[in-house]
C-alpha cells in the first residue's frame, strides 16, 4: 500500500527575511540593549573628560540611545540602497564607505 506524504511547505530564504524585516518594523523595543550601551557611553565620557564624575540622567541616556538605533537605522538603509543601485543584495564595507562619504559633504 502507498501512502501519499505531505511535503513540508517550502520556505524560500528571501520571504522569511523579509518576514523578519517587517516584524522587527513593527516592533517598538530597543535594538541595543540598555545595558550595555549605558557602559558604552560611560566609557565613552571616562575617555573623553579623564575622570569617571559626570553622570547621566536615566531619560538622557534613554534619548540619546533613541538618537543612535535611528542613526544607524537611517544608515543601514540608505546603504541597503547604495548596493541596490549597485546591483547587489548584499550589503558590503564599501557600501558604508560611500555613504559616510555622501553623509559628509
Not at 69 to 86: D, Q
Request: charged share 30%; glycine share 2%.
Amino acid at each position: 500500500m502507498i501512502t501519499a506524504h505531505k511535503k513540508q511547505p517550502l520556505v524560500r530564504l528571501k520571504s522569511k527575511a523579509l518576514r523578519e524585516i517587517r516584524h522587527e518594523q513593527s516592533s517598538t523595543r530597543q535594538l541595543i540593549p540598555n545595558a550595555p550601551f549605558s557602559r558604552i557611553v560611560k566609557d565613552i565620557i571616562e575617555d573623553a573628560t579623564g575622570s569617571s564624575e559626570y553622570r547621566m540622567r536615566k531619560d538622557a541616556l534613554q534619548a540619546l540611545q533613541a538618537d543612535c538605533e535611528s542613526y544607524v537605522v537611517e544608515m543601514f538603509n540608505e546603504s541597503n540602497r547604495i548596493a541596490l543601485h549597485c546591483g547587489r543584495e548584499t550589503l558590503v564595507v564599501e557600501d558604508l564607505r560611500i555613504w559616510k562619504g555622501i553623509k559628509e559633504n
